[in-house]
């Protein structure tokens, strides 16, 4: 499997917007691009995902690179409530239907009032 | 409509004892997954479940763990006996099958094993 290299921390202001990076240079072109959360004392939880155009959710955007090496996950404006691990996961899409996604260490993302 | 259901959150054991998690998925989920995270690390995969059948327990250490999916619905992962190292959270998430399956794992909120 591709991996994914992410920042071990990243700090933001509320209400400020986050961009929190991934590398993938391995990608390969069939990988869709996955963004999980993880708030404390809670299990992940899913928040985006695209394989080669930007995409927004009610939640955050996803961009990007053209080259698909690199993406950005984008909070448009972080909340306390916003403060978790972020992880960037690379997923075939010609999986099968039950794919194990591999977690590296993700980002630990820390919101200060 | 209901998430994934784990208990029990907390558990806190001597080491040699025994210890079982249990999980239900959400109604309908084909695939279920158990997860180990220790402190500061991702979720690591132990064992996926298609329906009843493991698929995928190659990181299952089969000396002193077991899963179990009867009728393809609940799990339940037993230790025995327990070492120091099983210190973690387990998790426990499922997906959907094959039709409407977008990637999504959807996760319960994990059950935190203490060995003494």
């Known amino acids: 499997d591709a991996k994914t290299t992410q920042p071990n921390s990243m700090e933001s202001n509320e209400e400020e917007p986050v961009h929190l990076p991934c590398n993938h240079s391995?990608?390969?072109?069939?990988?869709?691009i996955h963004w999980y959360r993880q708030l404390p004392s809670q299990g992940p939880e899913y928040v985006i995902h695209?394989?080669?155009s930007n995409v927004n959710n009610r939640m955050a955007s996803l961009a990007i690179a053209e080259d698909r090496k690199s993406s950005t996950l984008i909070l448009h404006r972080a909340t306390l409530r916003d403060a978790a691990v972020y992880y960037c996961?690379?997923?075939?899409?010609?999986?099968?239907?039950?794919?194990?996604?591999?977690f590296g260490k993700g980002t630990s993302l820390l919101v200060t009032p | 409509e209901a998430g994934v259901v784990q208990s029990p959150r907390y558990k806190i054991i001597e080491k040699k004892q025994p210890v079982a998690f249990w999980c239900n998925p959400i109604?309908?989920?084909?695939?279920l997954y158990w997860y180990r995270q220790n402190l500061g690390q991702g979720p690591e995969l132990l064992i996926r479940?298609?329906?009843?059948?493991?698929?995928?327990d190659s990181q299952l250490p089969k000396d002193r763990f077991s899963a179990e999916r009867l009728k393809g619905v609940d799990s339940t992962l037993k230790i025995q006996p327990a070492e120091l190292g099983d210190s973690a959270v387990y998790l426990c998430?499922?997906?959907?099958?094959?039709?409407?399956?977008?990637?999504?794992?959807?996760f319960g909120e994990g059950s935190r094993l203490t060995v003494l």
């Open positions: 391995t990608i390969s072109g069939t990988d869709y």
């Open positions: 109604s309908g989920h084909n695939t």
């Open positions: 996961i690379l997923r075939p899409w010609n999986s099968n239907s039950g794919y194990a996604l591999n």
């Open positions: 479940y298609e329906n009843e059948e493991a698929v995928d």
């Open positions: 998430a499922s997906s959907p099958g094959a039709q409407g399956n977008t990637g999504e794992l959807f």
């Open positions: 695209g394989l080669t």
